[in-house]
């Protein structure tokens, strides 16, 4: 069950798009004191924190499945309790739920910005 959902997270930090981007040619000969407005410096760095939460949101899905996985088989094995398996389990029953909310969020958006008309 987990294994898919680590290859799509693997996939997406293989394919994701560097955030940041080549400057102009015109920025390069600006002096650095006047390259740096304020709303340059906030745009790039609420790109780059976006993108980070979304590297630290993706491991975290990733981890709670992983941790739901070895609760489940530690139970089997006679070396977990009723009450940590429920709650390892119902955590990644959420974060699978969650993750495929996203998803769908994101298909919709992706067909509607492609029934735009140009």
Known sequence: ??????????AYGL??????QPAPAAALATPPAAAASPS???TA?????FGAFLDRQVSQAVETLN????MSVS????????????RSVLAAEM??????????????????VMRMAI
């Not at 394919?15 to 940041?20: N, S």
């Open 1 to 10: 069950m987990i294994e898919p959902i680590g290859r799509a997270a693997a």
């Open 15 to 20: 394919h994701r798009a560097p955030l940041a």
């Open 40 to 42: 340059t410096e906030t």
């Open 45 to 49: 760095s609420a790109e780059s924190s």
């Open 67 to 70: 941790e739901g996985e070895r």
């Open 75 to 86: 139970a089997v094995a006679g070396k977990a309790g009723t009450h940590e398996v429920v």
């Open 95 to 112: 974060t699978v739920q969650t993750v495929v909310s996203i998803r769908d969020r994101m298909v919709q958006a992706y067909q509607d």
